[in-house]
């Protein structure tokens, strides 16, 4: 056989190799016919479904992040802040650092009332309300506890 048969699409024989010409064409031919079945087949294929499923799965921490990112922003930029200091001189503990927008301690003691029913009875989101209408921010609000036995010293600033 000669190039002749090639052309036409016939069998070439290269060695013991026997290809066919056809094999060849897939560029220019379309794998997947194109539809309106066939698209809605693919989107909702199990393969898509997992891929969305995983994407979505991974996207959402961060998502929520950003999401908590622009909560604390938006009640810090005018409000007071609440800071927590913790300070152990035992070896092996850890010291606390803590600094929380008031506004969203008002909101999160709130939403966590519910939940806790110790907090129904001692009036803490009272308290916190409390400060939050009375604290300015040129006159903090200042708690600072030691316990010399236990060797910690707790310091709370509102304001």
């Not at 503990?93 to 709130?110: C, F, K, M, Q, T």
């Not at 966590?112 to 300015?136: C, H, L, W, Y």
């Not at 236990?150 to 304001?159: A, C, P």
């Amino acid at each position: 056989m000669g190039p002749a048969a090639h052309a036409a699409g016939g069998p070439v024989e290269l060695g013991k190799l026997t290809h066919n010409a056809h094999t060849f064409n897939h560029l220019n031919e379309d794998p997947l016919p194109v539809g309106q079945n066939t698209v809605v087949t693919t989107l909702f294929s199990r393969r898509m479904i997992v891929a969305l499923l995983m994407g979505f799965s991974c996207g959402l921490p961060l998502l929520l992040i950003g999401i908590l990112a622009v909560i604390v922003a938006w009640f810090a930029r005018q409000g007071s802040w609440v800071h927590i200091r913790v300070k152990n001189d035992r070896p092996g503990e850890h010291n606390v650092n803590i600094s929380v927008p008031l506004d969203l301690g008002v909101v999160a003691v709130r939403v966590a009332e519910p939940f806790v029913p110790q907090m129904r009875n001692t009036g803490v989101d009272d308290v916190i309300v409390s400060m939050k209408d009375n604290v300015k921010k040129d006159q903090p609000l200042i708690i600072d506890v030691h316990d010399d036995e236990d060797g910690e010293h707790v310091q709370v600033i509102v304001g």
